[in-house]
């Protein structure tokens, strides 16, 4: 079997009723629960490190904002929502060279 198809793997904290909202005291039980929270992690890490992977990333999400909006936003818009989006998302702001 797929290891995508696996019945989900819940930890101590789920089947003893501890509340989901309190990610500061078990946030080591998310990250086992749900290991995408540590992919995105290291992903907004390697953003806020690589200003070159942070610009493909940007460019990767500008230019289906500018596409998407059809006339209705300059690409300096796009690029403005792309900005707030990476900062947002992963803390992340490309730095374009002059």
Same mark, same amino acid.
């Given at each position: 079997?797929?290891?995508?198809?696996?019945?989900?793997?819940? &930890?101590?904290?789920?089947?003893? !009723?501890?509340?989901? /909202?309190? /990610?500061? /005291?078990?946030?080591? &039980?998310?990250?086992?629960?749900?290991?995408? @929270?540590?992919?995105? /992690?290291?992903?907004?890490? @390697?953003?806020?490190? #690589?200003?070159? *992977? %942070?610009?493909?990333?940007? %460019?990767?999400?500008?230019?289906?904002?500018? #596409? !998407?909006?059809? !006339?209705?936003?300059?690409? #300096?818009? @796009?690029?403005?929502?792309?900005?707030?989006?990476?900062?947002?998302?992963?803390? @992340?702001?490309?730095? *374009?060279?002059?």
């Amino acid at each position: 079997m797929s290891e995508y198809l696996q019945e989900p793997v819940f &930890c101590k904290a789920h089947v003893y !009723g501890v509340p989901w /909202r309190d /990610r500061l /005291r078990h946030w080591l &039980c998310v990250i086992e629960c749900f290991p995408t @929270a540590l992919s995105v /992690r290291h992903l907004s890490k @390697a953003l806020q490190k #690589d200003n070159g *992977f %942070a610009i493909s990333w940007h %460019a990767n999400i500008a230019m289906p904002i500018f #596409d !998407g909006a059809k !006339g209705k936003l300059t690409i #300096d818009e @796009a690029n403005a929502i792309a900005d707030t989006l990476m900062m947002h998302l992963f803390k @992340a702001k490309a730095t *374009f060279p002059k």
